[in-house]
């Protein structure tokens, strides 16, 4: 304002310049680099640069705005007695080096967006937003500007910000869902060890803006004001990469993995350089925007199900009452920790069961056909267990004049539980809606939460990579045979193998390789069936239509 600084420091005029001839994906790549980290004045001027062109409600207005809201609330002396705003959830602020009158400053801006934007009202994320931003505005005003910009998005293709404790959860679950996919061991050790998984995750996000150190938070925020809420999933199945590699030689020594994580981010130094971090995060191929958006919102329509409106109204699954042939609880509670987080919501409910309803494939069809999605476990007379998720409902088998119909879809998965516990699921896109890329009728499913697509920071010109790759993905789907069954035999997986085949009397059956899910042979090639189970969820969920394009 007072100091022509481009005479000061040549060089980062010369780097704004470019900054501000560069288009949206060059400005993407800078960011991922670290382009504008340095100076502190260079780093500054491009914020101020991205939140400009950021899409929202936001004007310059705001700065007015603030001035008012602070005459209101604070008076002449502008100091603050008033209590922290509800959105925090525990009303701390991240210091990030900031003094005594920073952090006085932090508390004013978050009490005036609170008077601002009333109906944001679970937050955590805020204050460290608020923290960072500060370092790199001219004053308190510009700080509220820069945070209305990013509570009031407007951009359909990306957001910012969850504002309840409803869309904030099914962020979370959506977190969990691509932790499933991605880190797989972290979801079994936690499981296993009886600890609370939705507490587990519910920091996820704190981790990046709480926990990391300020050189790492800040690159970090550097990417975000560029490209939105998908880098914080990045950067945090980053982190839990890393951390599952630390905490694999000390798993018995640990007693709260939610603490445990926290102090591994906040020591991450120790473990990865933010350069490394970042290149983790983005070699990680996460499903496209698209697709994540659809996953949020099948995650919210379950909460809503549920009736979880808020953090009192969400009770951890309780497995004490949990009674089977074929599991103990320990084991159940892995099976439901690697199932998506929609459906894991809900309480396993048993809807057959050899025991009970005899052996035939005619019963087994009777009882479980109406439901999905269902679990299946067997046990072999040889004591190994293993069994299948499945997405689809058994309703929809039936055969033509070329043999079995296969169906289901890339959610389902195949795993062991003894002698070893292990997950098998073979990376695919499915996603209702999306026939239109190829000419294959199997793509009219419901959405496949492990979806996998590559997400280059390409631009979209042409038939560009990106576009030949989407299009090849989506066109593969129709060769995968997940589930298909008569009332002579049921099949799990039917790619060069079948990963379970069961006979029509359910006294036997055999297991071999399976491409459909990668997988090996789930038990000793052909078994007697002791004990085999069915599970249903508590509640059925039907996945909401896919946006039209």
Not at 71 to 98: A, N
Not at 458 to 483: H, V, W
Request: hydrophobic letters at 40%; charged letters at 20%; aromatic letters at 12%.
């Amino acid at each position: 304002m007072y100091v022509d600084w481009e005479k000061i420091d040549p060089e980062a005029a010369t780097c704004y310049g470019k900054i501000l001839s560069s288009d949206h994906y060059e400005l993407k790549a800078m960011g991922r680099t670290g382009f504008w980290s340095m100076p502190h004045t260079l780093r500054a001027k491009a914020y101020q640069h991205i939140i400009h062109s950021i899409e929202s409600t936001s004007t310059t207005a705001d700065l007015d705005t603030y001035h008012g809201i602070v005459r209101k609330l604070f008076g002449e002396l502008q100091t603050s007695t008033h209590p922290f705003p509800k959105f925090m959830e525990d009303g701390e602020i991240p210091r990030y080096c900031l003094n005594k009158a920073g952090l006085n400053s932090v508390k004013k801006i978050l009490i005036c967006i609170n008077h601002h934007f009333p109906d944001v009202s679970f937050c955590p994320i805020l204050s460290a937003l608020v923290s960072l931003l500060l370092h790199l505005s001219e004053d308190e005003a510009q700080c509220f500007h820069s945070i209305c910009s990013l509570v009031s998005y407007t951009d359909p293709k990306k957001r910012y910000i969850d504002r309840t404790f409803l869309t904030s959860r099914a962020s979370c679950m959506t977190f969990g869902d691509l932790a499933n996919k991605y880190c797989r061991g972290i979801r079994k050790l936690i499981a296993s060890s009886h600890q609370n998984l939705f507490e587990f995750y519910s920091d996820w996000i704190m981790w990046i803006f709480a926990d990391l150190p300020f050189t790492y938070a800040i690159r970090v925020l550097d990417v975000y004001l560029m490209e939105g809420y998908k880098v914080l999933y990045r950067v945090a199945l980053a982190l839990l990469s890393f951390y599952k590699v630390s905490v694999s030689s000390r798993v018995a020594h640990v007693d709260d993995f939610r603490q445990d994580m926290k102090s591994f981010v906040q020591n991450v130094g120790r473990h990865s350089t933010i350069d490394a971090l970042l290149q983790r995060a983005f070699s990680i191929q996460l499903p496209t925007r698209k697709e994540l958006t659809y996953l949020f919102n099948a995650n919210k329509d379950a909460l809503i199900h549920k009736d979880i409106h808020n953090k009192s109204s969400y009770q951890a699954m309780d497995f004490r009452a949990f009674r089977s042939s074929v599991v103990t609880e320990t084991e159940m509670r892995v099976v439901w920790a690697w199932i998506p987080e929609r459906f894991a919501l809900f309480s396993p409910v048993q809807l057959f069961s050899t025991n009970i309803h005899g052996r035939s494939l005619f019963s087994f069809y009777s009882k479980v056909e109406g439901h999905d999605p269902t679990v299946l476990l067997l046990k072999t007379e040889d004591e190994e267990i293993c069994g299948a998720f499945l997405s689809s409902d058994w309703a929809q088998k039936n055969c033509d004049e070329k043999g079995f119909k296969f169906f289901g879809t890339g959610e389902c998965f195949v795993f062991t539980l003894r002698p070893g516990m292990e997950r098998f699921q073979r990376p695919v896109v499915q996603i209702s809606g999306m026939s239109d890329k190829c000419d294959s009728s199997h793509q009219k499913q419901t959405l496949s939460v492990s979806s996998l697509l590559s997400t280059h920071v390409d631009r979209p010109t042409g038939a560009s990579q990106n576009q030949r790759y989407e299009s090849a993905s989506f066109c593969t789907l129709s060769t995968f045979k997940f589930m298909a069954g008569n009332d002579e035999a049921l099949f799990i997986g039917g790619d060069d193998g079948h990963a379970l085949h069961l006979q029509a009397d359910l006294t036997a059956g055999s297991s071999e390789h399976c491409d459909t899910f990668e997988s090996p042979p789930l038990c000793r090639g052909c078994f007697k069936i002791q004990f085999l189970e069915v599970w249903g969820i508590q509640h059925s969920l039907s996945v909401p239509p896919l946006p039209s394009q």
